[in-house]
């Protein structure tokens, strides 16, 4: 992973008080970090930092797409996303990130990164199992799904009313005390 240098915020300079951050993220953003499930992006990032006399307050705001392919048919679709976080960034000693909400930079320190803040933001927020608009309102037309409903199984019996004998003698049992 190579460090984002557009994503330091340099807060020394800055007054107290909020302050407005824009970034423009795309694809290059995600391979800089070695994740290649994404096939496009483009996604608008919002960044308010709150900054007082001891804490620094961030406000992270994601909204856009990203291209992924489809897990069930493997067809390429734009996923929204729209993801909030918030970090709130403490002086200390030495740096501590082990905490997700709360990062702890050395005293002296006069910018910070967010890059992986967002980079873990973004990546969350795109659902665990991916399925392609079409298919849950059945505009999607292709040789894949096609294919799975050829393959699905056939139900046996055509009346479903119809009883086993085998399960009646055994329902008799519990009746018959």
Same mark, same amino acid.
């Given at each position: 992973m190579m460090k984002q240098k557009e994503f330091n915020i340099p807060f020394s300079g800055l007054k107290q008080g909020k302050h407005n951050f824009e970034f423009k993220i795309d694809n +290059? @953003? @995600?391979e800089s970090f070695g994740y290649d499930e994404f096939n496009a992006a483009d996604i608008q990032l919002q960044v308010l930092l709150n900054k007082t006399s001891t804490i620094l307050e961030f406000t992270f705001d994601g909204h856009g797409s990203v291209n992924v392919d489809c897990d069930i048919t493997s067809e390429p679709y734009d996923q929204q996303i729209d993801s909030q976080m918030d970090l709130v960034v403490k002086f200390g000693v030495t740096y501590n990130d082990d905490d997700d909400e709360i990062l =702890? =930079?050395?005293?002296?320190?006069? &910018?910070?990164? =967010? $890059?992986? *803040?967002? *980079?873990?933001? %973004?990546? %969350? $927020?795109?659902? &665990? +199992?991916r399925v392609h608009p079409g298919i849950a309102d059945g505009t999607l037309k292709s040789e894949v799904l096609d294919k799975l409903e050829e393959l699905q199984p056939k139900e046996v019996r055509e009346n479903k009313e119809e009883n086993d004998p085998r399960w009646? +003698?055994?329902?008799? %049992? %519990?009746t018959d005390k």
């Open positions: +290059k @953003f @995600f =702890i =930079i050395p005293h002296g320190s006069h &910018q910070v990164n =967010i $890059a992986q *803040y967002v *980079y873990e933001m %973004l990546v %969350l $927020a795109v659902p &665990q +199992k009646d +003698k055994l329902k008799n %049992l %519990l």
